[in-house]
């Protein structure tokens, strides 16, 4: 099993839509956990953190986070074309902070 | 705040040269990791560099190299390089004690 794993998708969501985008992680312990924004041709973009269990929200964005079951999510309401980028997971594990592991990355597709 | 920069933006090499990238961190940030981002393995975690120290390494060859300077500005040098070394090399800083970590623009690396 990968240490952490995305659909690559393309997901694709009408615009005003939330976009549900999922991530699966390898239980080592303590871990944070990153969702990273990438434009086509840029460098990615923090756009939410998330350390315990729950929701985290942040204007149209909530990460969700559930270590039992070993997943993290990324919520996004009223989804707007200029969401459509590549969306990445990353987690960090407790002694290695400097060290993301990231995920492939969700494409996602907001259409008009 | 001024962002992560990084120089030069895009290089071209051939096989067997060197290479030296630089970037400069946040303003306050000590931290400087290193990440190499290919279509086919995504983005891996190279090094990170604390203090002018290597604090953290991922699993590339010793022609991976890196150095940071008083500053905490940081440099990573790529020797003998390879067509498989074409990527796109960014580079992240962070607060010490914080968990964030943020992109600059990234350098795009073309072996020929």
């Known amino acids: 099993q990968k240490e952490v794993e995305q659909n690559s998708g393309p997901l694709s969501v009408p615009e005003g839509a939330i976009a549900s985008l999922n991530c699966t992680y390898s239980?080592?312990?303590?871990?944070?956990f990153f969702w990273y924004r990438q434009y086509s041709g840029k460098s990615p973009e923090l756009i939410m953190s998330?350390?315990?269990?729950g929701d985290k929200e942040d204007g149209r964005f909530t990460a969700q986070l559930n270590k039992a079951s070993q997943y993290v999510s990324l919520l996004i309401r009223d989804s707007q074309p200029s969401d459509s980028a590549t969306y990445l997971c990353a987690v960090s594990w407790t002694g290695t902070a400097s060290k993301l592991t990231f995920g492939t990355g969700t494409r996602l597709q907001v259409t008009l | 705040k001024a962002g992560v920069t990084q120089t030069p933006r895009y290089l071209i090499k051939t096989r067997g040269q060197q290479v030296t990238l630089s970037c400069s961190p946040i303003?306050?940030?000590?931290?400087v990791s290193w990440y190499q981002q290919t279509p086919g393995q995504g983005l891996q975690f190279l090094f990170e560099y604390f203090s002018e120290t290597q604090r953290n390494k991922g699993n590339f060859p010793g022609r991976f190299s890196g150095r940071q300077f008083s500053n905490s500005r940081s440099e990573m040098n790529v020797s003998t390089l390879e067509l498989g070394d074409s990527a796109l090399y960014l580079c992240a800083s962070r607060m010490d004690q914080a968990h964030e970590q943020f992109f600059g623009p990234g350098t795009r690396l073309t072996v020929l």
């Open positions: 303003s306050g940030h000590r931290s």
């Open positions: 239980d080592r312990g303590s871990q944070s």
């Open positions: 998330i350390y315990s269990n």
